[in-house]
């Protein structure tokens, strides 16, 4: 059987490799033989009873040409002309699935100035996107924001990058995601750790997240020195970061969370000592 062309809508379940379709229900299937191979069957019993053969000579031909039709003509025209509707539920069901919302992490940066969040949040909602959560870190040149999306079905990364760029961020990065990005306290903690285990210099970011804080540049933390914390601010060592400091004012932060942040610094420079290829 050849493979379906591949602007045909069945052509979204062929396999990607070797081109072949999966295998329909058997009553589908049937039915499609029956339905091409009983006209060639009445066509042939009408030419073949209307001959002078003996008996016999009339049962051979017509087993033995019912056999090649059913082998070389009819399953195969079958498949070919009746493809849409012997494939038609898993169609339908992979359509349902494709028009279903998906989950992305997105982040770009933006200007630190009143209106550039607004003017992204118009770019992702012109494509139907919509903002779950968003956390804000503080970079050289501007603000860097993380976003949570639920976008439809048929946006994709390229449409959610060029919506960033649209809405004047830089940079802009997106990677699928899970509801475990909406999480407790503890699973978040959970699926940051997943995040430096396959990028350890994600650390300064995912602990950010994680304590919902902003990460002090040396001169802030230098001139926080001077002031009484409150429990507001918290330092953390670093493989290859050296210690960072993390602010939260307002909010001092929990033995719970100090040692959430602490456990995700060890994982990150137990993986730089596994892995020399990690950023220095």
């Known amino acids: 059987m050849k493979?379906?062309?591949?602007?045909?809508?069945?052509?979204?379940?062929?396999?990607?490799?070797?081109?072949?379709?999966?295998?329909?229900?058997?009553?589908?299937?049937?039915?499609?033989?029956?339905?091409?191979?009983?006209?060639?069957?009445?066509?042939?019993?009408a030419l073949v009873v209307g001959t002078e053969l003996p008996y016999l000579a009339k049962v051979l031909v017509l087993t033995v040409t019912a056999t090649v039709l059913v082998i070389w003509v009819a399953e195969p025209s079958a498949s070919r002309i009746l493809r849409g509707w012997l494939h038609a539920p898993a169609l339908r069901l992979r359509r349902k699935l494709g028009k279903a919302p998906a989950l992305w992490r997105a982040r770009t940066v933006l200007h630190d100035e009143p209106g550039s969040l607004q003017r992204v949040t118009k770019a992702l909602a012109r494509t139907g996107t919509n903002i779950l959560s968003i956390h804000v870190h503080p970079v050289p040149g501007g603000v860097l924001d993380e976003f949570v999306l639920a976008a439809p079905g048929g946006i994709g990364e390229r449409e959610l990058l060029d919506a960033l760029l649209d809405g004047g961020g830089s940079a802009p990065q997106v990677w699928p995601t899970t509801s475990l990005a909406m999480a407790d306290g503890q699973t978040r903690a959970l699926s940051l750790a997943a995040r430096i285990a396959d990028a350890p210099d994600e650390l300064p970011l995912a602990v950010a997240e994680l304590l919902r804080a902003r990460i002090l540049t040396p001169a802030e933390e230098a001139a926080a020195h001077a002031a009484d914390d409150a429990g507001t601010r918290l330092k953390i060592p670093t493989a290859w970061h050296g210690p960072i400091t993390?602010?939260?004012?307002?909010?001092?932060?929990?033995?719970?969370?100090?040692?959430?942040?602490?456990?995700?610094?060890?994982?990150?420079?137990?993986?730089?000592?596994?892995?020399?290829?990690?950023?220095q």
């Open 3 to 45: 493979p379906p062309a591949r602007n045909s809508p069945a052509a979204e379940l062929s396999c990607e490799v070797c081109g072949l379709m999966p295998e329909p229900t058997k009553a589908r299937l049937t039915l499609a033989n029956v339905a091409v191979m009983l006209p060639i069957e009445l066509l042939v019993h």
């Open 246 to 279: 993390f602010a939260r004012p307002g909010e001092p932060f929990t033995p719970a969370e100090s040692a959430r942040a602490h456990r995700l610094a060890e994982l990150a420079e137990i993986l730089a000592h596994r892995n020399p290829a990690a950023p």
